[in-house]
């Protein structure tokens, strides 16, 4: 059973011991309902008003979420809030949004207890809720995707060779494809990552502003391509081209060779290489000298038998 152990506003610090006398500071945000079960009320009460996670949202004013309540779900098995609406989520879905209606759930079980991963989990969920309400849910599944892992920070350099291998196979409207990607839930993984480039890119070319009017352009009621028309000049197509280029020339070879953890693999694997490749040498050496003394001592034994010595 979860209960509801507090309301606080999402701005404010989360509390501690000596903290009952302190204010929160008055910035706009939302209405926390926070709700958990009794083992979790602790770390939710800690977690839920983390000045961290509604504040300072690229492209989304604090103000955007005033005074609207948003719940957020603490719970080891998510599977539990089936009944409220949320879904059923794999076991290893960390968090789970309802933009629309403004709720959250977060899993606290296992790694989930490391307060930086958890906080992570939660600005990816409340980026959803924000942007939905930035763009009067007109944003499509890459943008919401790509937006809230560029701003929770999960993003590893670690795929960028997955990244290259999409991209050189996969030709035209990969951009456009993103979206049933995550409805087929085929390889979500590639998914996330192309998303999250694709509002790099974004930021690329117009910062924090270009984002802001773009959402604003989409809220008014602009598709996507009217609304990349007006706030960068390009079409959806000439946007993917440019997308294209940058995760090519940024997240390329020289990208990869860059990175401390890529070189020694490669070092480890040359080594590997010249290691099997000596080995191979040292075998072949070994088995022509075999086999030259087996047909040396063959010459000597014909010798022997077919031109015997003059006796004496």
Same mark, same amino acid.
């Given at each position: 059973?979860?209960?509801?152990?507090?309301?606080?506003?999402?701005?404010?610090?989360?509390?501690?011991?000596?903290?009952?006398?302190?204010?929160?500071?008055?910035?706009?945000?939302?209405?926390?309902?926070?709700?958990?079960?009794?083992?979790?009320?602790?770390?939710?009460?800690?977690?839920?008003?983390?000045?961290?996670?509604?504040?300072?949202?690229?492209?989304?004013?604090?103000?955007?979420?005033?005074?609207?309540?948003?719940?957020?779900?603490?719970?080891?098995?998510?599977?539990?809030?089936?009944?409220?609406?949320?879904?059923?989520?794999?076991?290893?879905?960390?968090?789970?949004?309802?933009?629309?209606?403004?709720?959250?759930?977060?899993?606290?079980?296992?790694?989930?207890?490391?307060?930086?991963?958890?906080?992570?989990?939660?600005?990816?969920?409340?980026?959803?809720?924000?942007?939905?309400?930035?763009?009067?849910?007109?944003?499509?599944?890459?943008?919401?995707?790509?937006?809230?892992?560029?701003?929770?920070?999960?993003?590893?350099?670690?795929?960028?060779?997955?990244?290259?291998?999409?991209?050189?196979?996969?030709?035209?409207?990969?951009?456009?494809?993103?979206?049933? *990607?995550? #409805?087929?839930?085929?390889?979500?993984?590639?998914? $996330?990552? @192309? !998303?999250? &480039? /694709?509002?790099?890119? =974004?930021?690329?070319?117009?910062?924090?502003?270009?984002?802001?009017?773009?959402?604003?352009?989409?809220?008014?009621?602009?598709?996507?391509?009217?609304?990349?028309?007006?706030?960068?000049?390009?079409?959806?197509?000439?946007?993917?081209?440019?997308? *294209?280029? #940058?995760?090519?020339?940024?997240?390329?070879?020289? $990208?990869? @060779? !860059?990175? &401390? /953890?890529?070189?020694? =693999?490669?070092?480890?694997?040359?080594?590997?290489?010249?290691?099997?490749?000596?080995?191979?040498?040292?075998?072949?050496?070994?088995?022509?000298?075999?086999?030259?003394?087996?047909?040396?001592?063959?010459?000597?034994?014909?010798?022997?038998?077919?031109?015997?010595?003059?006796?004496?």
């Amino acid at each position: 059973m979860l209960a509801a152990v507090g309301l606080a506003l999402a701005c404010g610090p989360a509390p501690g011991p000596g903290d009952a006398a302190r204010s929160a500071p008055e910035r706009p945000g939302p209405d926390l309902e926070v709700r958990a079960s009794p083992d979790l009320e602790a770390i939710a009460s800690r977690v839920a008003g983390h000045p961290g996670v509604w504040t300072s949202l690229p492209g989304i004013p604090d103000s955007i979420l005033a005074g609207r309540r948003v719940i957020v779900w603490f719970a080891r098995d998510l599977s539990t809030l089936d009944s409220v609406g949320l879904g059923r989520p794999e076991p290893w879905v960390a968090g789970a949004a309802d933009p629309e209606r403004r709720r959250i759930a977060l899993r606290v079980d296992g790694p989930q207890r490391n307060l930086g991963r958890l906080l992570a989990v939660y600005r990816h969920e409340a980026a959803h809720v924000a942007l939905h309400a930035a763009t009067a849910g007109a944003a499509p599944r890459w943008l919401h995707e790509g937006y809230a892992q560029a701003v929770s920070g999960t993003w590893d350099w670690r795929e960028g060779w997955r990244l290259q291998f999409t991209l050189m196979r996969g030709g035209h409207s990969l951009l456009s494809d993103l979206d049933r *990607r995550f #409805r087929s839930g085929v390889d979500p993984r590639t998914a $996330y990552i @192309l !998303s999250y &480039t /694709a509002v790099d890119a =974004l930021r690329g070319l117009g910062g924090d502003a270009g984002l802001e009017a773009l959402f604003g352009a989409l809220r008014e009621g602009d598709g996507l391509d009217a609304a990349l028309r007006r706030v960068y000049g390009l079409t959806a197509a000439q946007f993917e081209q440019r997308w *294209r280029e #940058r995760v090519l020339d940024r997240y390329g070879w020289l $990208y990869l @060779l !860059s990175r &401390t /953890a890529f070189v020694w =693999l490669s070092v480890t694997v040359l080594v590997i290489g010249l290691g099997i490749a000596r080995i191979r040498n040292d075998r072949r050496r070994l088995a022509e000298m075999r086999e030259r003394e087996r047909r040396e001592a063959r010459t000597i034994v014909m010798i022997d038998v077919d031109d015997p010595p003059s006796a004496s």
